[in-house]
């Protein structure tokens, strides 16, 4: 399976540049390569499309036309 930061430009959940920028809890835990538990895949809600990092929390970017899967954030 492709790492989250080859499949994604941006993170999904703080919309920064996940390679470069990302300092959030959600991608230091991606980067750790740690499971995610029931409680923190509630906690870590989709804010951002990961493709072009717009406000997106639908499962379809407005801006980019992506459709995204929410089990897509967690690998």
């Known amino acids: 399976m492709a790492k989250f ?6 993170c999904p959940y703080c919309g920064k540049r996940f ?3 990302c300092e959030c809890p959600y991608g230091k ?3 750790m ?3 995610f ?3 923190l895949r ?6 951002f499309c990961p493709w072009c990092g717009s406000r997106s ?3 379809e970017c407005p801006l980019c036309r992506k459709a995204f899967d ?3 954030m967690f690998y």
């Open 42 to 47: 509630e906690l870590y809600g989709k804010r």
């Open 33 to 35: 390569k740690l499971d």
């Open 19 to 21: 390679r470069y920028e």
């Open 37 to 39: 538990d029931e409680r």
């Open 57 to 59: 929390t639908k499962l």
């Open 70 to 72: 929410r089990e897509d």
């Open 29 to 31: 835990h991606v980067r």
């Open 5 to 10: 930061g080859d499949r994604f430009k941006y």
